[in-house]
């Protein structure tokens, strides 16, 4: 079973920075593609950010480009989401995902718990 755990949602200020991590087996961390979804208050679940098994290609929608980084620590099995200058059209409720399908905004069927953003003005 692929157990997804994720952490380092918080409060943020307009301009600051936020760090989330995805923890997941050695094993589930070398099979599936991962990456970060989102989902706003009144809005749709949205796709973030991908990435490939090597860590190489990372994919993003276009309104986090050049803000957000996401990132694989082998060592640690773990899924990063490092967020910079974030702004309020941040806030959400961002979700860990694996089995996505890469350079895509397809979700696989594996997600985490969500872990809540919010950004102040």
């Known amino acids: 079973q692929v157990h997804l755990v994720e952490s380092g949602g918080g409060l943020a200020q307009a301009g600051g920075s936020l760090r989330l991590s995805c923890a997941t087996s050695?094993?589930?961390?070398?099979?599936?593609?991962m990456g970060w979804f989102r989902q706003a208050p009144g809005k749709e679940r949205e796709f973030v950010a991908s990435?490939?098994?090597?860590?190489?290609?990372?994919y993003y929608i276009d309104s986090v480009k050049g803000r957000f980084t996401i990132s694989r620590d082998d060592a640690k099995n773990t899924l990063i989401l490092q967020m910079d200058r974030l702004k309020p059209e941040d806030t959400a409720v961002y979700y860990c995902?694996?089995?996505?399908?890469?350079?895509?905004?397809?979700?696989?069927?594996?997600w985490g718990q969500g872990t809540q953003v919010t950004v102040s003005s």
């Open positions: 995902n694996a089995g996505l399908i890469l350079r895509t905004t397809v979700a696989g069927i594996y």
């Open positions: 050695r094993r589930t961390f070398s099979t599936y593609n």
């Open positions: 990435i490939t098994l090597d860590g190489r290609s990372p």
